[in-house]
């Protein structure tokens, strides 16, 4: 229940972000955008992600875990119904940069939970339950698609460009849903809470959550390894700076390549593969389920059998030949064209979810203990949102003079990540980094 509560954030997420990819054509001939404002329409929940991944990452270490995710689905609620109303463009932008500050806040903190209320070796390790926000992300698209495809059928011709609006709006009920259901079932990390010295608290969360008939011990228990400050600066100190670097290039470039592939897949389908409405939704939806959703649960089988690193470097170098094709082919003429395009489309996506895309979450979580692991996640996530507004903003432009050839440009986000993932070695899953002996290792590199 916890592990499902705790990606409820990442499925409003996702939902938003594939509900406007859909309807971003709607609400340019709806506003008569130009394309650079449609950069910002597009951006502007990322440039709220941005903010509340550093603000969200900092309060999650700094208060706790459990009062920051109760606060974020506020966001979700008042953003998704004002953006759905919009009467004019600055309220639409307005309303997704509200939505961008909860799901900035509420991704690091529910990587955070996941980690924390999961062993370190085994099926349903740390490492899979993280890879897990993968396919809840692609669940949600193809959710959104069909709610698309419903709306599609069931409003009426005349009022066929409320599709966007209705869709934005309806983004709200699962919000409060997760609302409710969080208040009664989620507790505070128990990791946490000892972690502050709050042992009562964490014996009391073992027993709720686990069963687990936990003591605080009445004698004084030898010191533990001294854990870092709560402190941006710490992640860029010894022995954290490699461990940043790897994370920051992947949080980067994998925004880049996805928002040029999932958020434009329906543009690319109908502008590129001239495919009309109705083959466009059809399409987007077959992609997300046979590709993206497959590949995001191979994803979390990879994640406690193979080392992150090496299936980052697959995925990442299966997306690079898939974009090159892309490039390649242009605009497909031909029936032999258009099902290799789509095939390009589907490797790329199921590259995407069992190798980077599940990748960007492990790597962060499991570098950081736990008293900097919020901190450390809101910084990637953060560094995600830059890569994805800057790909929102630029791309439309890039589409707009390149066509296809924009693909060469996305080719090199994937390929980047290759090099830095073959020049630092670090591997998360290696090693429990909140296990004593690793923590004191650490401290003394540090020190």
Request: aromatic share 12%; net charge neutral; proline share 5%.
């Amino acid at each position: 229940m916890i592990v499902l509560l705790a990606l409820g954030g990442v499925f409003l997420d996702a939902y938003d972000l594939t509900t406007l990819s859909y309807g971003i054509q709607d609400v340019v001939r709806e506003f008569n955008l130009t394309p650079a404002l449609t950069g910002i329409v597009t951006s502007s929940i990322m440039i709220g992600t941005i903010l509340g991944s550093l603000v969200g990452g900092w309060f999650t270490d700094r208060i706790g875990r459990y009062q920051v995710f109760m606060a974020d689905m506020l966001f979700f609620v008042v953003a998704a119904i004002a953006a759905g109303l919009a009467p004019n463009v600055w309220v639409l932008i307005a309303a997704r940069f509200v939505m961008g500050l909860g799901v900035g806040i509420d991704l690091p903190v529910a990587m955070a939970f996941l980690s924390e209320f999961s062993k370190f070796q085994g099926s349903g390790n740390k490492a899979s339950r993280l890879a897990a926000w993968c396919p809840m992300w692609y669940a949600a698209s193809s959710v959104c698609f069909l709610i698309v495809f419903g709306l599609y059928f069931l409003l009426p011709q005349e009022h066929a460009g409320w599709l966007w609006r209705a869709s934005l709006i309806f983004g709200a009920v699962p919000a409060l849903i997760i609302i409710a259901v969080r208040s009664r079932f989620m507790n505070e990390s128990p990791l946490w809470a000892a972690n502050q010295g709050k042992l009562d608290d964490a014996v009391r969360i073992l027993r709720e959550s686990y069963g687990i008939h936990a003591h605080k011990a009445e004698a004084e228990a030898p010191a533990a390894p001294s854990q870092p400050p709560v402190s941006f600066r710490v992640l860029f100190q010894r022995p954290y700076l490699a461990r940043t670097i790897v994370a920051s290039v992947m949080n980067l470039c994998i925004p880049f390549e996805y928002t040029a592939i999932a958020f434009f897949l329906p543009s690319i389908l109908s502008q590129f593969l001239g495919a009309g409405v109705f083959e466009t939704i059809s399409a987007s939806l077959a992609l997300n389920l046979l590709f993206a959703l497959t590949g995001g649960l191979l994803g979390m089988r990879l994640a406690h059998t193979r080392p992150s690193r090496h299936v980052a470097l697959a995925g990442f170098a299966l997306q690079f030949v898939a974009l090159v094709a892309l490039a390649l082919l242009g605009h497909p003429q031909t029936a032999l064209g258009i099902g290799i395009a789509l095939a390009m489309l589907g490797t790329w996506l199921f590259a995407e979810g069992f190798g980077p895309g599940a990748q960007m979450m492990i790597y962060p979580a499991l570098s950081y203990p736990t008293s900097i692991r919020g901190t450390g996640l809101g910084f990637g996530r953060a560094l995600t949102g830059v890569g994805s507004a800057v790909a929102l903003f630029v791309l439309p432009i890039l589409n707009a003079r390149l066509g296809t050839d924009m693909f060469w440009v996305v080719a090199l986000a994937a390929i980047i990540p290759i090099g830095f993932l073959a020049l630092v070695k670090y591997e998360p899953t290696e090693h429990d980094i909140d296990d004593e002996a690793v923590l004191a290792r650490d401290h003394a590199e540090h020190a």
